[in-house]
């Protein structure tokens, strides 16, 4: 169990019950106020043990090599060639990418891509602001802001195609001059006394190579079959997202997202350039209905279309009829890394959540931020065995913000999905109404999913007070035993979710990496 601390928990129990005493004095009268990454690669697992020299072809005159050159790989390649590193990227395909995840960026992503001069990537590729939410739940809505009024006004989420952001960003890394970007498929990592050397790869003309530089980056997206050499992969498939493109349909809340909490799961909408509509119906578990003989047809017609908001209903059917739908495998997995010298691993290919909440770009683009900073100091990364221990800070450095926005997207899914437990669904319809009371109790859970105010123990704490006002709700006016017993289940239930999130995490890491000792370590 995690210890919250007594001032964590207390600050649980206040706005657990003072969102009770809210939504009993609005429940009459008050106002409801008014979301996946890297471009997947797929490689061959091979491991490639390798004694001979560095070859004379100019290898040697790289300092890093980033495989994979999606939102994580083009993004950290820009980055570090900004910082005078010698790039060589090798990316499987450099054809636009064409998927239906990775197309919201968080506020908190964009101000990460700010950070690290991206931020034009996101102009020219007719991306459409997001200034928050719009939650419907059976014919109530709700609608959550962003708290953006400490920024500058250009700061805000941003929606777009996902292959058109890529191709920006690759551009702009291969401006300059000391990144080069080839196209080929990496077979293998080569090896040599415990030490990653470089990489073993086909060019798109079939020919083998190598290539050799003091630090691989591995980050070649969530099919990355290079993961197993460097950490240990724990991927759940918790369900699908089937997804679909309405045309000249205009939203219930103009620039915002919307989420409905459908039965059995969540469906979104979110606009990804002016004139069409990304729609992702979640589909529990790893099998969808086929495409192909129509039965996924019919149950979006059937299931999903009556519980789409009126107003985009008829344009949801017409994108059906269209017949372009797609599907995607939602995987979660937490990082878990086996330092090794002369690689890291980054991105999808290191870590994944559920896409619900869109947060894998702010994510992946913090952690660039963080390894940036880390090797900023380092001029000669030639010592492997050193790099390796100093770069194990890398993983406790990014936990507090890459665990946070981790465990609200695995909660949130989780919360969000119908259930026909009593317990869960008060769940479900306290935190619905907790997060239209507004003001602090809107606030605070909108700031960790933007990305904007990543704390674990702020999420730890809203988590609960949610549960206790879920319990309050029950208890009020009048505790029955059967209402007293479903309290408790729903503080139960609540645990049940959040806390296997949390420890797959890591408790200390994420919650205080000032104990670690790598936390301190410097260059030498």
Same mark, same amino acid.
């Given at each position: ?13 206040? /706005? ?20 996946i ?13 390798s ?26 390649a820009?980055? #570090?060639?900004?910082?005078g ?17 990775g ?5 908190g992503?964009?101000?990460k891509?700010?950070?690290l001069?991206l ?11 997001v ?6 739940k ?7 802001s ?12 941003r ?10 960003m690759?551009?702009? =890394?291969?401006?300059l ?24 790869y ?10 050799y530089?003091?630090l691989t ?9 290079l ?13 699908c ?9 205009? #939203?219930?809340?103009e620039?915002?997202g919307?989420v409905?909490?459908?039965?059995p799961?969540p469906?979104?909408?979110?606009p ?6 990304r729609c992702?119906v ?17 149950y979006?017609?059937s ?19 269209k017949g ?8 979660s ?29 702010t994510? =992946?683009?913090?952690d ?22 100093y770069?194990?800070s ?14 609200l =997207? ?9 259930s ?5 669904k ?14 602090v ?8 999913l933007s990305?904007l105010?990543p ?16 319990v309050?709700? #029950? /208890? ?8 007293i017993w479903?309290? =408790? ?13 949390i ?5 200390r890491q994420m919650?205080?990496?000032a104990t670690?000792p790598?936390?301190y370590?410097?260059?030498?």
């Amino acid at each position: 169990m995690v210890d919250l601390g007594l001032s964590g928990s207390l600050l649980a129990v206040v /706005l657990g019950f003072v969102a009770v005493f809210c939504f009993f004095v609005q429940r009459n009268g008050g106002r409801s106020k008014s979301k996946i990454d890297d471009s997947a690669t797929s490689t061959t697992t091979t491991t490639v043990y390798s004694g001979e020299s560095r070859s004379k072809d100019g290898n040697d005159e790289i300092d890093i090599i980033i495989v994979g050159a999606g939102v994580a790989g083009a993004a950290l390649a820009h980055t #570090l060639g900004k910082e005078g590193r010698r790039v060589k990227v090798i990316e499987r395909d450099l054809t636009e990418p064409d998927r239906i995840v990775g197309e919201l960026l968080q506020p908190g992503g964009y101000l990460k891509l700010q950070e690290l001069g991206l931020e034009d990537c996101v102009e020219k590729i007719d991306a459409q602001r997001v200034f928050g939410y719009a939650l419907f739940k059976d014919g109530k809505s709700t609608r959550l802001s962003y708290p953006l009024e400490k920024f500058h006004s250009d700061v805000s989420g941003r929606s777009f195609h996902n292959g058109r952001f890529i191709q920006r960003m690759r551009e702009k =890394a291969v401006a300059l001059p000391n990144v080069k970007l080839e196209q080929g498929t990496v077979t293998s990592l080569l090896e040599e006394n415990g030490i990653i050397r470089g990489v073993q790869y086909k060019t798109k003309y079939g020919e083998e190579l190598k290539a050799y530089a003091p630090l691989t980056v591995v980050c070649d997206g969530c099919f990355s079959n290079l993961r197993r050499t460097l950490c240990d992969p724990k991927v759940e498939v918790p369900s699908c997202f089937v997804g679909l493109v309405l045309e000249n349909c205009q #939203l219930p809340h103009e620039n915002h997202g919307h989420v409905i909490l459908a039965d059995p799961s969540p469906i979104l909408f979110y606009p990804i350039s002016s004139t069409e509509v990304r729609c992702l119906v979640d589909v529990p578990g790893q099998k969808v209905p086929s495409i192909s003989n129509g039965e996924m047809a019919k149950y979006l017609k059937s299931v999903v279309a009556p519980q789409v908001p009126p107003e985009i209903k008829d344009a949801f059917i017409a994108a059906i009829d269209k017949g372009n739908i797609r599907t995607m495998p939602n995987r979660s997995m937490p990082a878990a890394p086996h330092p090794t010298p002369g690689a890291l691993l980054m991105g999808d290919a290191f870590n994944m959540r559920h896409p619900l909440t869109g947060g894998g770009m702010t994510v =992946a683009l913090s952690d660039i931020v963080v390894l940036r900073d880390l090797l900023k100091p380092l001029r000669d990364l030639n010592d492997a065995s050193t790099l390796c221990r100093y770069l194990e800070s890398f993983y406790t450095l990014r936990k507090p913000v890459a665990s946070t926005i981790n465990t609200l =997207a695995g909660a949130l899914y989780k919360v969000f999905c119908a259930s026909p437990d009593q317990a869960r669904k008060e769940m479900r319809e306290a935190c619905f109404d907790y997060l239209s009371l507004g003001g602090v109790f809107s606030e605070g859970p909108v700031s960790l999913l933007s990305g904007l105010n990543p704390r674990p123990l702020s999420l730890v704490c809203h988590f609960f007070a949610v549960a206790i006002f879920g319990v309050g709700r #029950l /208890l009020l006016p009048f505790p029955s035993p059967k209402r007293i017993w479903i309290g =408790a289940r729903l503080i139960s239930s609540a645990s049940a979710i959040i806390f296997p999130i949390i420890k797959a995490e890591g408790v200390r890491q994420m919650f205080f990496p000032a104990t670690v000792p790598a936390y301190y370590r410097k260059p030498s």
